[in-house]
């Protein structure tokens, strides 16, 4: 396994790119100034991608919107978890409207749909065949993302991540055309979140973070954000679930989700994601608990063998012993870890989730198959790996 940093210090930093969009906004109150860019460049008519639960809370945004004399198109409510048909049917719908531009307003799975069908609006060919990595051409209408939950990040990354129900699998669009032009993060649309997807959200977003800090393809310039959207998370995670109103609390999360969102371009996730992703497509697990679930168990088998990373998280949030190894260090972390999901009251095992013993095998070999993310984890996994660590989640 080569050391990241030492690799880093006899051969230089390997070159990274960092594609972000050209605007983005945080603070509370900041959608509105979508109504603003919109404007600014004259354009008269918004196709706006919206949830069930999303709809209603849009109302501020469309009511400024056709003040400003720019016609709105709302969209049906869309799925969570969206397979490429619904992907194709946002696509056929965003032509029908004609509108201008694209805004995507809700959680990932929201965005994820107003990007794919921004990005492939003048394309004929299905958007199946753009999975993979650089595929799709520039995108022809600007694309604006508001994130309504502090978790997935899609809003700054260049990822749409859709299911194959063929294949069972999620598989991911990864372009540069998919990054939004502007993101606007404004923490006030979480406060009516319910804690249990207050909390899976934010332990997607925690573990974006760690599965980019602890990563193969490391870099510095994507760790200030990976320990920064760390110390966040888990300092202000409990406080937003006590009080959902906690001003201060939403803005952290909101802002650890935008740090773990821009760890996603240049960095990317590891075998966390490639094993929750069975979960999903599958079983229909919550992505964010998927996660939650898999990661302490993940994190023991790379700490392992390659504890170095996992002490220095614990160092930044000051847990670690300086007298002790980077094992035990990283075992310190782990631990923090699993409180902190055991805090958060969500189902804590796959067989809560509805996975049997004798689905195992079969959600491994899925997961092995996502190699994308699996080269960058720091350990190697086997199929006896995968069982094992699904075993012990079990
Ligand atoms: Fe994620």
Redesign the pocket.
């Known amino acids: 396994m080569p050391d990241i940093l030492e690799t880093n210090r006899t051969q230089g930093l390997r070159p990274l790119t960092l594609l972000q969009p050209a605007k983005i906004a945080f603070g509370a109150g900041s959608c509105l100034q979508a109504v603003e860019f919109l404007e600014q460049r004259s354009i008269p008519s918004v196709a706006l991608f919206v949830s069930r639960s999303t709809r209603e809370l849009s109302k501020a945004l469309v009511d400024r919107l056709e003040a400003a004399q720019i016609a709105v198109h709302l969209s049906e409510p869309l799925p969570a978890e969206p397979t490429f048909a619904d992907a194709e049917n946002a696509r056929k719908w965003l032509r029908d409207t004609a509108a201008q531009a694209a805004i995507g307003f809700g959680g ?1 799975s929201v965005i994820d749909i107003a990007k794919i069908a921004a990005a492939t609006l003048d394309e004929s060919a299905e958007i199946l065949s753009f999975v993979g990595n650089g595929l799709l051409p520039p995108r022809n209408i600007p694309l604006l993302a508001i994130p309504t939950t502090a ?3 899609s809003e700054v990354s260049p990822n749409a991540i859709f299911l194959d129900p063929e294949a069972q699998l999620k598989k991911g669009v990864i372009s540069p055309w998919l990054v939004p032009d502007a993101a606007f993060v404004d923490p006030e649309l979480t406060y009516s979140l319910p804690s249990g997807t207050t909390a899976s959200t934010a332990l ?2 925690l ?2 973070c760690i599965e980019a800090y602890a990563n193969r393809n490391a870099h510095p310039l994507v760790d200030v954000y990976a320990l920064k959207g760390i110390q966040l998370i888990f300092a202000q995670l409990q406080n937003a679930l006590e009080d959902g109103r906690d001003t201060e609390a939403r803005s952290a999360l909101a802002l650890g989700s935008l740090y773990g969102g821009l760890c996603l371009g240049p960095v990317n ?1 590891a075998a966390i ?1 490639a094993l ?1 992703y069975p979960l999903g497509s599958e079983f229909k697990v919550p ?2 608990l998927a ?1 939650a679930i898999l990661m302490p168990h993940l994190l023991r088998f790379n700490a392992s063998a390659v504890p170095e990373r996992y002490a220095e998280i614990a160092a930044h949030l000051g847990l670690a012993d300086t007298s002790a190894t980077a094992a035990e260090n990283a075992d310190r972390f782990i631990a923090a870890l699993e409180q902190l999901c055991s805090d958060c009251s969500l189902p804590s095992s796959l067989a809560a989730c509805g996975v049997t013993a004798g689905d195992i095998p079969r959600m491994a070999t899925a997961a092995l198959g996502i190699k994308r993310l699996l080269v960058n984890n720091l350990r190697d996994l086997s199929q006896s790996d995968a069982e094992g660590i699904y075993q012990n989640a079990f």
């Open positions: 990932g978790g997935a990040g997607d977003a573990s974006h996730t994601h929750s992505h964010g996660n």
